[in-house]
């Protein structure tokens, strides 16, 4: 029992901890998170601290959580609140890609004490690989116990990017069972199904990696925060068989990760929808995926992978391929649900000339049509530049 519930009453930071283990109403969980917050009980002891803010993290209440982790920081507190509250702003830099920030904070949080430090390691280890350096990471994890959970996934995330994807496989179950054991089946703390389908995917086992995406969505659905139910879709997207449905589903993982802020992961999803687009014979589309994703990548790495994509997909292009004005429009106004009556109306054309010009868009993007051009993203006006969504 915690003094700052009261007597009878359990402590709030436990209660949001129980409900962000088991994945289940983020309203309540925010709120107790919040409410623990407010107590100053709470705010000195570490462990109310870290759940709290761990829970508003994971909830995608990124702001509040920085907004409390600082106030801790500035109060003066040293010690295992302080620590607490460093890691917090560690993650929620992390989460929206600021990679620098993330990383000078946990090279003071690795030297910190016994709760914080494995979590540290596990981050760096995982934010090296992100930034193209798998053997930087593992020298951070070497030696390490591995009966943490975040270390053991660490260990994992170099496994799979280190071209070993049956280690890595086994790694991320291993994760996942140790995780149940505690009660904690919630994505949002640790996405091990989102990873085990990619590494089973790159084993060549679709079917695992199919079940294991469909799992991750389910549960992340049941929390409902956006970065977790956008990686979770992303994961299914990946495992699905190429056909025009599955473009929907990158759609809609995009925009959750739009939502959340969430560049790192936001960029390397639209890499990856940018490739299926290109097995769906559809370059053009691609080409605005690739940018969009060079836009957004928060690292040299991603930034290079999405130029890289983009120069291999120009080279497959011809200017042929580029819309013209008159093209670019008809497309814009389809996308935005309009008729060819209607567009013929708008652009004083005929709407015969309207739909010989839909055909050459249809052929040029690489669409079936009207249905697939709503579904895609961007539509290139001429080149280097995009016509406005709908």
Not at 8 to 24: F, I, K, P, Q, T
Not at 210 to 218: D, G, N
Not at 243 to 261: I, Y
Request: charged share 25%; proline share 5%.
């Amino acid at each position: 029992m915690d003094r700052s519930a009261g007597p009878g009453h359990e402590c709030s930071a436990a209660v949001a901890a129980g409900l962000l283990a088991a994945g289940e109403h983020w309203a309540d969980a925010v709120e107790a998170a919040e409410r623990a917050l407010a107590r100053a009980v709470c705010r000195e002891t570490a462990l109310c601290v870290s759940r709290a803010l761990a829970t508003l993290v994971c909830a995608g209440e990124l702001v509040a959580a920085d907004a409390h982790s600082l106030a801790l920081v500035e109060a003066g507190p040293t010690g295992p609140v302080a620590e607490q509250a460093l890691l917090a702003r560690a993650c929620v830099a992390r989460r929206t890609g600021d990679l620098a920030g993330c990383s000078s904070l946990l090279d003071s949080l690795r030297r910190g004490g016994e709760e914080i430090r494995p979590v540290a390691l596990a981050w760096t280890a995982e934010l090296l690989v992100v930034r193209g350096d798998p053997g930087g990471a593992r020298a951070v994890l070497r030696g390490r116990e591995a009966g943490h959970p975040l270390l053991a996934e660490a260990e994992a995330v170099v496994a799979l990017a280190s071209g070993r994807p049956r280690d890595a496989l086994e790694g991320f179950l291993a994760c996942g069972r140790t995780l149940a054991e505690a009660g904690v089946v919630n994505p949002a703390v640790v996405p091990w199904r989102y990873r085990a389908s990619r590494a089973a995917l790159a084993c060549g086992d679709t079917e695992n990696a199919l079940r294991l995406a469909v799992e991750e969505h389910t549960a992340a659905a049941r929390w409902g925060e956006p970065r977790t139910l956008g990686l979770s879709l992303a994961a299914v997207a990946a495992a699905s068989p190429p056909r025009g449905e599955d473009l929907m589903t990158w759609e809609r993982s995009v925009r959750l990760l739009e939502m959340a802020h969430a560049r790192t992961e936001l960029a390397e999803v639209l890499c990856e929808y940018g490739d299926r687009l290109v097995a769906h014979g559809k370059q053009v589309a691609a080409r605005e995926v690739y940018a969009q994703a060079r836009a957004a990548a928060p690292d040299a790495v991603l930034v290079r992978r999405a130029e890289e994509a983009l120069d291999a997909v120009a080279a497959s292009l011809g200017a042929e391929q580029v819309l013209t004005p008159v093209e670019a429009e008809v497309a814009r106004l389809a996308r935005t649900g309009l008729s060819t009556k209607g567009i013929a109306s708008e652009l004083a054309l005929s709407t015969r000339t309207v739909e010989l010009h839909l055909t050459r868009v249809y052929r040029k993007l690489g669409l079936s049509g009207r249905r697939e051009l709503q579904v895609i993203r961007w539509c290139p006006a001429s080149p280097g530049n995009l016509a406005d969504p709908p």
